[in-house]
């Protein structure tokens, strides 16, 4: 069974452990250009054609993907962390469309 482990983000990772030995990259992303500003996205069809060069199709994988979740009152804004739930639900989507057997962990710690 090949695993993936995912850090989403347009900074975030990917991680595989295989048969064939471990290898990381960074996550694709693409920009989009609009009236005097950019965001950068996940890029679906990139990640899907890297998951399947690691994964082939026809050998099942299991991804894991932090869990992230947006907070109030945090340091950061709620654009940054809408832009963290949208890349968290292109890769939950990519994942499922390839077939992943598993899904995502809460991997944070949570106060009060």
Do not use: W
């Amino acid at each position: 069974m090949n695993v993936v482990g995912i850090d989403p983000g347009t900074t975030g990772a990917i991680a595989f452990l295989t048969d064939r030995g471990a290898a990381v990259y960074d996550l694709p992303v693409h920009t989009i250009r609009g009236h005097g500003f950019s965001v950068r996205r996940i890029d679906g069809r990139a990640l899907a054609k890297l998951i399947r060069s690691e994964c082939p199709a026809g050998e099942p994988f299991v991804a894991f993907c932090e869990a992230v979740h947006a907070r109030a009152g945090e340091r950061n804004s709620m654009m940054t962390q809408g832009a963290l739930m949208r890349s968290f639900g292109a890769i939950e989507a990519v994942c499922d469309c390839l077939g992943s057997a598993g899904n995502s962990r809460d991997t944070g710690s949570r106060s009060g």
